[in-house]
């Protein structure tokens, strides 16, 4: 598992070591881990150091410093290595001195320096460290707009993207490979911030630190959330799930929910809906009716929402009557958020709402007071797409509940609690109907028994494998359809993976 940690936390652990370590030695273990990932990526792009073209952008502080350590230890190297100071009055000295000590050139003139750049076979971005925030300052603007041949490594973060939250608010130098010191940064694992990251690498400093706020699953972590059925089990003790989806409208919301739902480690699944007729023909192993949740006979949890139009209203209402979790998507999280977080205030059993950036806007709409307004132009989605950490959070402090939110990169947080982001996906998800495959695949590992939290962040992590899977490489155009049918593939790779220690 990943984990991230805010600049605060860092701050207050670096702080603590640094007071039983002799002074300097914290940062040369950065810039030591620091130059090891230069020079492999050196040698697997020219075949050697020696001779390579290195750029280090230089800021002040520490962050400068680790690069212009990592910098001198690449020129003894024989790299020809090139420092450009941004702010030269506030150079770190240690690291200066040492850079030209090695051999190293320093360069103040902007036009010699983005020259340098363009031409080098690899660039330290040392520019701005772990509490930056704002964007890159005008001196070192043209540097994100620059033409360049060879790699770019970031020293920590990104400059211009924010450590803590992934925010871009202004310019940032997009990095091919960012090398992170004692623990992820959030920002690091959340678009914006994440798609500028590159590759990240790790380097441990020997940091003490406490439980993260933010955390990635990988294979072993999913795998030991699976539900997988043991001998005595049976399809009502593994769980069934209803799915109350479709209209005449969206008719294939309800197919295409089922889909997920049947690969979702439940006994078996329960549809009420417009499309039982459509449903069962597909999915004969279906078990359909045409009422709603009320009168539906036994589930474990439901899924309401996806493709629901006018009938989701009252199949919401049905559905949150029940004591038993419910997830919440599409036409139902409309219905929630003019109906604001008192709809969900008298549940005793979990609610998970999956909403994608512009739902996740009319919820927050909603969550501020009665909804209004021509439906036809609802709130901007533009800030919960920026600033996805937080507009989890606030969701799920909102509505007591746990939020997926959906995206480039789907954050899920508990109201209180921690946050979870995914790491798998593929853009080619960004189609019609590949929600409602996630929201039937989540409610199913619901009634399997999951925690709402890990319902959402396996369900996530499974959808995006399975994505990768129907993609193929180096990706292709996909179908929902698709993307529920590599489900079992995806389920497969995650169950091969080594045991988590």
């Avoid at 049947?262 to 597909?282: F, I, K, N």
């Amino acid at each position: 598992m990943r984990h991230a940690h805010r600049v605060e936390v860092v701050r207050a652990a670096e702080a603590e070591l640094m007071a039983r370590l002799p002074e300097g030695t914290l940062m040369q273990r950065a810039a030591v881990g620091l130059a090891a990932t230069c020079a492999r990526l050196l040698t697997r792009r020219r075949g050697r150091v020696y001779g390579s073209r290195v750029v280090v952008l230089a800021g002040s502080g520490d962050n400068g410093g680790d690069a212009l350590y990592a910098g001198a230890a690449l020129a003894r190297r024989g790299a020809r290595v090139t420092a450009v100071l941004l702010a030269p009055a506030r150079a770190h000295a240690g690291g200066l001195a040492a850079l030209r000590a090695a051999g190293g050139r320093v360069v103040l003139e902007r036009e010699a320096g983005l020259a340098d750049f363009s031409r080098a076979d690899l660039v330290l971005d040392g520019i701005v460290g772990i509490g930056g925030r704002g964007g890159l300052r005008p001196e070192a603007e043209p540097y994100a707009r620059a033409d360049r041949a060879g790699v770019v490594v970031a020293v920590d973060v990104p400059s211009g993207v924010d450590a803590d939250t992934g925010e871009v608010p202004g310019a940032a130098l997009r990095a091919d490979v960012t090398v992170c010191f004692g623990t992820y940064k959030p920002g690091l694992l959340i678009d914006p911030g994440a798609s500028y990251a590159g590759v990240v690498q790790l380097v441990g400093i020997g940091l003490e630190l406490p439980p993260a706020g933010v955390a990635a699953l990988q294979h072993a972590e999913v795998a030991g959330l699976l539900p997988v059925p043991g001998a005595e089990s049976d399809k009502y003790r593994r769980g069934v799930v209803g799915v109350a989806a479709g209209s005449a409208r969206y008719p294939g919301a309800a197919l295409l929910a089922v889909a997920g739902a049947l690969r979702g480690g439940a006994g078996a699944v329960r549809y009420v809906g417009t499309a039982a007729e459509e449903v069962v023909r597909r999915f004969p192993e279906a078990l359909v009716t045409e009422g709603g949740p009320a009168g539906a006979g036994r589930v474990q949890a439901w899924v309401v929402g996806p493709g629901g139009g006018e009938g989701a209203g009252r199949a919401l209402a049905e559905a949150l009557a029940s004591d038993v979790p419910v997830l919440v998507d599409a036409d139902g999280l409309t219905e929630l958020a003019r109906l604001g977080p008192r709809a969900l205030a008298g549940r005793t059993a979990p609610t998970l709402l999956t909403p994608h950036a512009g739902e996740a806007a009319w919820l927050l709409a909603g969550a501020a007071g009665p909804a209004s307004g021509d439906a036809a132009r609802p709130p901007a989605a533009d800030e919960p797409a920026a600033t996805r950490l937080a507009t989890a959070r606030r969701l799920a402090a909102a509505y007591r509940a746990t939020v997926l939110l959906k995206g480039s990169t789907t954050v899920i947080a508990d109201p209180g609690g921690p946050v979870r982001v995914n790491p798998t996906g593929s853009s080619w998800l960004a189609t019609a109907g590949s929600g409602d495959v996630l929201a039937g695949l989540a409610g199913s590992l619901l009634a399997a028994g999951l925690s709402p939290l890990d319902a959402a962040s396996v369900a996530a992590y499974l959808h995006g494998l399975a994505a990768r899977h129907a993609a193929g490489t180096p990706g292709a155009p996909l179908t929902a359809l698709e993307v529920a049918a590599a489900l079992p593939a995806a389920w497969n790779d995650v169950r091969s993976a080594p045991p988590a220690e």
